[in-house]
């Protein structure tokens, strides 16, 4: 939680931060839906469950957290955190989409 409301920020501070958690959206989308089918992969193959459900709860907590920090600081960056992560979601389905085919 920031002491200073994001509003006090000058324009170009405000503009940096909601690009860097664009930026880190995308990245953390990535990580996440990629880990994703690797763990549905490593399921459908019959590896350890447990390791895979402890690691799909890890993932999922880090998800949260860093959504939950993201609306500590405002509306605008959970926003572009978020928009980040949809996207990147929508490039790794992409990519696992033809890796199928």
Do not use: D
Not at 6 to 26: E, I, K
Not at 27 to 56: C, E, P, S
Not at 76 to 87: D, H, K, Q, Y
Request: no cysteine; net charge positive; charged share 10%.
């Amino acid at each position: 939680m920031t002491l200073l409301p994001f509003g006090a920020f000058p324009a170009w501070a405000a503009l940096a931060s909601v690009a860097a958690h664009f930026a880190g959206g995308l990245a953390l989308g990535r990580f996440y839906f990629h880990g994703l089918w690797r763990q549905t992969r490593r399921l459908v193959a019959g590896a350890g469950a447990a390791t895979t459900i402890a690691l799909m709860i890890a993932r999922f907590a880090l998800l949260g957290a860093l959504l939950t920090l993201a609306s500590f600081e405002g509306a605008a960056p959970l926003l572009a955190l978020t928009l980040g992560v949809l996207i990147a979601r929508r490039a790794v389905m992409r990519g696992v989409g033809e890796a199928r085919s």
